[in-house]
Structure formats: structure tokens, C-alpha cells
């Protein structure tokens, strides 16, 4: 019994980590029609720039978190900009553009590298001390992340629904041609979801910082949970991207019970390609 | 006096291929057009490039006096100068009071947007009554008034019809010809591009006919008067 309850409470905890990663990710694929591959790596910047603020330069960690997600979102929009934004005609600007956030990935990661250097980096907890929840003991930063995921999510999915700018994301990835016709700027539609993924992506690194260590790779792991996330929750709405999300992360904290550390990577993409076989628009897709 | 849109030696296309060879076309402040022709004439072209769907490669476009050559489509909406496409599924998962609303995007749109919706809601009751279906489950005759009402919702002060009655049974034509004769009454300029002139010269007084001819400059023949 203890054992279940610590599975589900560690699958919680990475099922609120894969639904902000993946949030993100599904927001620049529903407006811009684009798979960013460089969403890890600018989660991995993200938890540098909070590092800096708060140890280097000692602001402590609340400022770094808040410098980790506005200067993640800040490089996106220049991302955007660069290597995305040159291809919007390009026929194959889904491809074209997974090359360039390739290129991205990797300028990042050696750039992390060199400016960072290879020492493994921590961030303290945002708040310190444990929590007991269904009788195990999980840290009050960890307890603080199963808080904030759906608290965020919530925010983001009422911002899309129920605002002007929300609403004008949701047109432009639906119909640009028409957005275009009732005065929506595309462009700077798109940098905006750019910008919200690539902030959502920061804010996800600078608090996995102190429960990891923060390395220039670090993004690469949970840039394919947060793919298998999306696609398995069928590239789609918001909603289905955070069910996904906690399934997969469920799934995962079992996996790991049952097959070992080991395989647990091996089993889950099995696992995605069979629900793919059985039903190919993912689990939370209309057939 | 000076035209509310004056297109003048127009050009364009896509890619390599010219379809605009040099095209004019007036039209007044407190006039109506229609434009008639086979498909594959450029008509949409047309239209596409006043609103800057695409953007001419020579030529002019002034509208109500400024030019607007080459501006991005969300200033040209912002001018008043509003197209509402062609065949139009506009945005799917959306409901239709959450589309018309969002169509009132535009600063200059905003301003009355709540009574501009009950207008469009009065003008096409069967809107009013499936507020909050989703845009992809309705009909084609429904999409069109979706399309019109967004149209609306901008706040035009010239609009511009893509084939409003494209593949529409004779009764919804009835239907959409009678609001958008409406639509002219209430003294928005319109110009409407339609393959079936026989719609379009029933609507006369509404609408007066212009002939599309392909020649080598493509432009608009004449205009009759009603």
C-alpha cells in the first residue's frame, strides 16, 4: 500500500512536470503548425538564467525563477524571429523549421556549455522543509510544482478561451488567412504563442533546477516525455495535452515500479506506438 | 469627388504566375458593385490583394483617400476595408458567438461591437439560435452567414463578398440575397464577386453590374447603371 501511494504521489509530481513541458510545446504546434525541438533546451536555459540570478548573483530563488521564465521567453521570441519566422511561406516550414530548432538545440547547449562550464549546478527550493501527502513525505518545493502545473494550466486555457488575444491564438492556428481578414496580426500572434511556450518552458527549468541537476542536456529527457505527451494526447487541445500529460507521468512512476529505471523508456514508447496503432488521432483524439 | 477605393494598374499573383495584369477599378462612397466572370479570372485575386492577402507586385490602392498599397492586412481591416472570403470554414473549433465576438478585433471595430452583434443576430436569426456551435458543424448556407456576420462585426465601411452563394440552394440564396440587399440598404458600399449574374441583377438596385472580361489587361469592361 505504501508503495502504490508513493508511485502515485511520484507519478503526480512528473505529471505536473510533462503538463507545463508539454503545454507549451502543444501551444506553438496548435497556432504555429511548428514542432519546436529547441522546447528542452530553452527549459535548460532557463534553469542557467535562474541559477545566475540566484546564486551567482545571489537575488535567491524566487528571482530566479521569475529571470529563468521571462528570459527563456525573451530568447524565444528571438528564436522565432530568426528561424521561424523566414519560413511562414516555405511549403515545408514543418520541416525547415524542425531543422533550424535542431541547429537551435545544439547552439544552446554548447553555448550553456561554454558560458556555464561543465560543473553540475543546483538550485535551492523555492520553499524548504517537507510535506506529508497520503503519509510520504515529499519535499514542500516538489508539493509547491503539483500546486502550480494546474494553476498555470488553468490560467493558460481560461487566457485562450475567454480573452481577446487568447481567442486571436486559437483563430490564427485554425485559419490564419481568415484572422488575417478580421485584423489579427499574424505575426505577432505567432510570437507571442512563441513567446508564452518558450516562458512556460523557462518556468519549467528554473523549478526542476532544484530537483535535478541543471545541465546543458538536461532538456533533451524531458523534451521526448513532452513529445510522447503531446502526440500520445493527440496534438490538439490544451485539455487533452494535460490528461496526457499526468497519464504519461502515472504511467511512468509505474513503469518504474514494475520493469525497473532501465526499461521504463523502452516501455512507454511501446507503449505510444500501440496506442498510435489502435488509434492513430491519440488517446484523447477524435478518430 | 475622389473614389472610396481606387485600384489602379494593379498587378499580381502568385509566385511566377501573373494573375492581376494591370488592373483599375473605382468605386464610390455611396455605391455598390458587383463582379461577375468564370472562374480562374482573378476575381478572389482581386480581392485577396485589396485586402493584402497578397500583395501587389505594381500598381496602387487607395482607400477613402489614403494609400494603403502594400499595408498589412490588420491596417487595412483597422481602415474599414473588410473582405469576407471565399467558400469560408473560418475557424472550426470555434463557437459562433465566440467568433463574431473575436471578429470585432480591431480598435475601430470594438467600439459598438455589442450592438453590431445584435444587429448580425437580427439580421440572421438561425445564428442567434446556434450561438454556441461549434463552427465546423454547421452548414454551408450557415457558414456564409457566419462569414457575412463576421464580416459585420468589423465594422466595414467598404465590404467586399467572395461568392457569398457559392453551392447554396436557390432558397438560401433567397435568403443571403435579401440580407445582403440589407446590408447595402443600411449604406454599407459593397462589392461582390458572383459566377451567377443572375443573383447579382436581381439584387440590382442593391447592386449594379460590372463585367469581368479576360483580355490581355485584365480589368473590369464596364459598369452598367441600374
Known amino acids: 500500500m505504501d508503495t502504490l501511494l508513493a508511485t502515485l504521489v511520484s507519478g503526480l509530481v512528473l505529471g505536473s512536470l510533462y503538463a507545463l513541458m508539454a503545454s507549451g510545446l502543444s501551444l506553438v504546434w496548435t497556432t504555429l503548425g511548428v514542432f519546436n525541438f529547441a522546447h528542452g533546451a530553452l527549459m535548460m536555459v532557463g534553469a542557467f538564467i535562474a541559477w545566475t540570478v540566484s546564486e551567482a548573483v545571489g537575488a ?3 528571482a530566479g525563477v521569475v529571470a529563468g521564465t521571462l528570459g527563456a521567453g525573451l530568447i ?3 528564436i522565432e524571429r530568426l528561424v521561424i519566422r523566414p519560413f511562414y511561406a516555405s511549403r515545408n516550414m514543418l520541416l525547415v523549421t524542425a531543422m533550424t530548432t535542431l541547429a537551435v538545440t545544439i547552439i544552446l547547449e554548447r553555448g550553456a556549455q561554454m558560458i556555464w562550464g561543465p560543473r553540475l549546478k543546483q538550485l535551492p527550493p523555492l520553499v524548504d522543509g517537507e510535506i506529508r501527502l497520503f503519509g510520504n513525505a515529499i519535499s514542500a518545493h516538489e508539493a509547491l510544482l503539483l500546486v502550480a502545473a494546474p494553476v498555470i494550466l488553468i490560467a493558460l486555457w481560461r487566457f485562450t478561451v475567454s480573452s481577446k488575444i487568447g481567442r486571436s491564438l486559437r483563430a490564427v492556428g485554425q485559419n490564419q488567412d481568415s484572422a488575417a481578414l478580421i485584423g489579427v496580426d499574424v505575426p505577432k500572434a505567432f510570437a507571442l504563442a512563441f513567446a ?4 512556460l518552458a523557462g518556468l519549467t527549468g528554473a523549478l526542476l533546477g532544484s530537483i535535478r541537476f541543471i545541465t546543458p542536456a538536461m532538456g533533451s529527457e524531458p523534451l521526448t516525455k513532452a513529445m510522447i505527451v503531446v502526440i500520445f494526447g493527440g496534438l490538439g487541445s490544451l485539455g487533452s495535452t494535460a490528461g496526457a500529460a499526468y497519464l504519461i507521468g502515472f504511467i511512468e512512476a509505474f513503469l518504474v515500479l514494475w520493469v525497473g529505471l532501465y526499461w521504463t523508456p523502452f516501455a512507454l514508447f511501446l507503449l505510444m506506438i500501440l496506442v498510435l496503432l489502435l488509434r492513430p488521432n491519440g488517446i484523447f483524439g477524435k478518430r | 469627388m475622389t473614389p472610396l477605393l481606387d485600384v489602379k494598374d494593379v498587378q499580381a499573383g502568385y509566385g511566377d504566375m501573373r494573375v492581376l495584369h494591370g488592373l483599375s477599378l473605382h468605386i464610390g462612397a455611396e455605391e455598390s458593385i458587383g463582379l461577375f466572370g ?4 482573378g476575381k478572389t485575386t482581386l480581392l485577396k490583394t485589396i485586402s493584402s492577402l497578397v500583395r501587389p507586385t505594381a500598381g496602387s490602392i487607395t482607400f477613402d483617400g489614403i494609400d494603403i498599397t502594400g499595408r498589412k492586412p490588420p491596417a487595412i481591416v483597422e481602415a474599414g476595408l473588410i473582405h469576407a472570403p471565399q467558400g469560408n470554414t473560418l475557424f472550426g473549433n470555434m463557437r459562433i458567438a465566440e ?15 455589442q450592438k453590431r452583434l445584435d444587429e448580425v443576430y437580427a439580421l440572421f436569426p438561425r445564428l442567434a439560435e446556434r450561438k454556441t456551435q461549434l463552427a465546423k458543424t454547421l452548414s454551408g448556407g450557415e457558414r456564409q452567414m457566419l462569414s457575412i456576420g463576421c464580416a459585420l462585426m468589423c465594422a466595414p465601411r467598404l465590404l467586399m463578398l467572395d461568392e457569398p452563394t457559392l453551392g447554396l440552394s436557390p432558397r438560401l440564396k433567397e435568403e443571403l440575397g435579401a440580407a445582403i440587399g440589407e446590408i ?3 449604406g454599407v458600399p459593397l462589392i461582390v464577386v458572383e459566377q451567377d449574374i443572375e443573383f447579382l441583377l436581381s439584387h440590382r438596385p442593391a447592386i449594379s453590374g460590372g463585367a469581368w472580361r479576360r483580355r490581355a489587361r485584365d480589368r473590369p469592361r464596364e459598369r452598367a447603371r441600374p
Open chain 2, 184 to 186: 447595402s440598404k443600411s
Open chain 1, 196 to 199: 508564452i511556450s518558450a516562458a
Open chain 1, 76 to 78: 524565444g521570441i528571438v
Open chain 2, 38 to 41: 468564370p472562374n480562374g479570372h
Open chain 2, 99 to 113: 467568433t463574431l465576438e473575436l471578429a470585432a478585433f480591431s480598435k475601430r471595430a470594438s467600439n459598438g461591437a
Open chain 1, 60 to 62: 535567491g530563488p524566487v
